[in-house]
């Protein structure tokens, strides 16, 4: 395993969920795992959550158990702000950013956008 990745992934989640938005704005793209359908999981709460890796390589860790038959899929990060954002908003769903070994942070897709907003007004 490279040496970033090491050291990215014992990274809190919330350092974690910095990182995912300087990426995912550098590299114009945002990752989920997919099998007919894209991988999900939900909350005590029973609320559906969908997790995003920012680059292909965090998500492949994450093939496991309920999740081994997905394979990491790409999605540019306009289709994912202007399709999947409000999609997600519309069908109550909550993103796991840079979910690894079931942790992460949980967010509405309103607060992703705005803080992924906030990060390509840097650019």
Known sequence: MHNEIKAVIKLPALKRYSYFIKKVVDFEQVWGLYNDGWAMTEDSEGNQ????????????LCIEENWKSYQPK?????????????????????????WYNNDSVIVEPDRLLSDLEEELDNY
């Open 74 to 98: 790409k999605i540019d990060l306009d289709d994912f702000l202007g399709k999947w954002i409000p999609g997600m908003n519309r069908d109550g769903l909550k993103i796991a950013v840079f």
């Open 49 to 60: 959550i969908i997790p995003f890796w920012p680059k292909s390589e965090y998500a492949d």
